[in-house]
């Protein structure tokens, strides 16, 4: 089945770090333009940051640039966000997203997670 | 602000036709993306980029584009329909991407 799994959500206090995972399965990570999405709870959704097939190209939004980093180990078929110097306004459901092919580099997320809470909070 | 404009609201007769509007100026240049999204679950995509839909999504679906304004249109509306649509294109640098706020589709 073609699927992406997140994991590494939870509670964490202002000024704390978190670790997100995506795991791929049914199709070859290496293949896909990969994106983080979040959603705060009710709200719209917002673009987080993205990272070419090959690792070698990433891109974020400004309200994450300089604390988020994004990466990923395709021989693994994961993805990851590394969260730091979290914020109380970054408490959202994270989704991660598969985007077009190596030469489609701002293609549509045609396949997301279930999600993965953040909740940061004292 | 989002640089996309969606209506916050629309709602439908069973089986009747409702377009969902998308505005931003970087949709003269960019294509745009569709999403559903039903309460608890994750988005889905629709459409994109002139009526490039994935296997399962039913026909009754289409996008159109014309100057800044993107649209997506359920033909035949089901009660399944029912649903938050939210587009996606690049902003107006070209280096980010940006969803609407979202649009709540009511089947009546």
């Known amino acids: 089945e073609v699927q992406l799994v997140e994991s590494g959500g939870g509670l964490v206090q202002p000024g704390g770090s978190l670790r997100l995972s995506c795991a791929a399965s049914g199709f070859t990570l290496s293949s896909y333009w990969m994106h983080w999405v979040r959603q705060t709870p009710g709200k719209g959704l917002l673009w987080v940051a993205r990272i070419k097939t090959d690792g070698t190209t990433t891109g974020y939004a400004d309200s994450v640039k300089g604390r988020f980093t994004i990466s990923r180990d395709n021989a693994k078929n994961t993805l990851f966000l590394q969260m730091d110097s979290l914020r109380v306004e970054d408490t959202a459901v994270y989704y991660c997203?598969?985007?077009?092919?190596?030469?489609?580099?701002?293609?549509?997320?045609?396949?997301w997670g279930q999600g993965t809470m953040v909740t940061v909070s004292s | 602000s989002s640089e996309l404009t969606q209506d916050p609201a629309v709602s439908v007769a069973l089986g009747q036709t409702v377009r969902i509007t998308c505005q931003g100026d970087?949709?003269?240049?960019?294509?745009a993306s569709w999403y559903q999204q039903k309460p608890g679950q994750a988005p889905v995509f629709v459409i994109y980029g002139g009526n490039i839909r994935p296997s399962g999504v039913p026909d009754r679906f289409s996008d159109s584009s014309s100057g800044n304004t993107a649209s997506l249109t359920i033909t035949g509306a089901q009660a399944e329909d029912e649903a938050d649509y939210y587009c996606?294109?690049?902003?107006?640098?070209?280096?980010?991407?940006?969803f609407g706020a979202g649009t709540k589709v009511t089947v009546l």
């Open positions: 996606c294109s690049r902003d107006s640098t070209g280096n980010h991407y940006v």
């Open positions: 997203g598969r985007g077009g092919g190596e030469f489609l580099e701002w293609g549509p997320f045609d396949l």
């Open positions: 970087s949709l003269r240049m960019y294509y």
